[in-house]
């Protein structure tokens, strides 16, 4: 490991994120992995985050604050939920700590919270981590402006696990984001989130959204581009977990040290302008 090599905290180290996040820094040689935060008060507190992973132990204990952690590591990654995010953020920002934010389903009001903090903390949010849909988003932004703001019907179909709490996904919000500014376009506008009974013929602007929760699913993402004649699919297929890991690992190898500021995957990847 490099001398230069970022201290990692992940919170929310039992859940399905938080573990393949503790064998994605591991496998990392440029990225220690300093501490593990489970919820307040919980049974796990002082076992072994490698043996939580399922890798054998690690030597790295659980604690249940961040607090218990401070002075051990220089940025948190943090897949949990809005409300604990959002706690974590202000701690991150008091303590001079980078954050990763990989957590879904911030309402207006939270995603407005999380905002306030661009100037006083560096944070790297993306919805979606993996180097393939952060390309996806750019082959959605090239494909909405050649084919223009008129003739073609744009849909977002996303397929998740059944445990997933939020609907649409992160992923699926952010394509349509993604394809309605492209097209000079509003989604709060033009998005359509629900189509039940006789809803009428969908109109010229309209992004529709469609939402499948099954089995273990990790997260496939296809939008829809259709005319008469001819339509236009770009799809994105997650088969594992790491992907979403390895890209929050690498997430925050590039966010420590940074100035504060929002930042999300494509200034990561370089994918923006
Ligand atoms: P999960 O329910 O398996 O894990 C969440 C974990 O957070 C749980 O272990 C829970 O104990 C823990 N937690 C809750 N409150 C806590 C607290 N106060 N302190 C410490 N830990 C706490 O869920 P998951 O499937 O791992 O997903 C978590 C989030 O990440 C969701 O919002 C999901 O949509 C999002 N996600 C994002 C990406 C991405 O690439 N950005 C990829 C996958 C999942």
């Known amino acids: 490991m490099s001398r230069n090599a970022p201290r990692i905290a992940i919170v929310g180290v039992a859940g399905r994120m938080g573990r393949t996040l503790v064998a994605a820094v591991e496998q990392e040689p440029q990225a220690e992995l300093a501490a593990g935060i489970v919820e307040p008060g919980s049974s796990l507190t002082g076992v072994d985050i490698g043996e939580l992973a399922g890798l054998g132990r690690l030597g790295v204990a659980a604690v249940d604050s961040l607090a218990a952690a401070k002075d051990d590591f220089d940025v948190l990654i943090d897949f949990t939920q809005?409300?604990?995010?959002?706690?974590?953020?202000a701690f991150c920002a008091e303590h001079g700590k980078a954050i990763v934010i990989g957590t879904t389903g911030l309402d207006d009001d939270e995603l407005a919270q999380l905002d306030g903090y661009r100037d006083r903390v560096a944070i790297l949010f993306a919805?979606?981590?993996?180097?393939?849909?952060?390309?996806?988003?750019k082959l959605l932004e090239t494909a909405a402006r050649a084919l223009g703001d008129e003739g073609y019907d744009i849909e977002v179909i996303e397929a998740h696990h059944r445990h997933k709490v939020d609907s649409p996904s992160g992923t699926a919000l952010k394509?349509?984001?993604?394809?309605?500014?492209?097209?000079?376009?509003?989604?709060?506008?033009h998005g359509v989130f629900a189509r039940e009974g006789q809803c009428g013929p969908r109109s010229d602007k309209e992004i529709g959204f469609a939402t499948v929760r099954a089995g273990d699913i990790v997260g496939e993402h296809t939008v829809m581009f259709a005319t008469e004649g001819e339509r236009i699919e770009i799809t994105h297929k997650a088969s594992s977990r790491m992907t979403f890991a390895k890209g929050a690992v690498r997430a925050a190898r590039w966010v420590v040290g940074r100035d504060a500021g929002c930042y999300d995957m494509q200034d990561v990847l370089g994918l923006k302008g």
């Not at 809005?82 to 953020?89: I, S």
């Not at 984001?177 to 506008?189: D, I, N, P, T």
């Open 82 to 89: 809005p409300r604990v995010t959002l706690a974590n953020l």
């Open 175 to 189: 394509m349509g984001e993604v394809v309605a500014e492209s097209l000079g376009r509003s989604l709060k506008e």
């Open 127 to 137: 919805p979606n981590m993996s180097v393939g849909v952060n390309l996806t988003l």
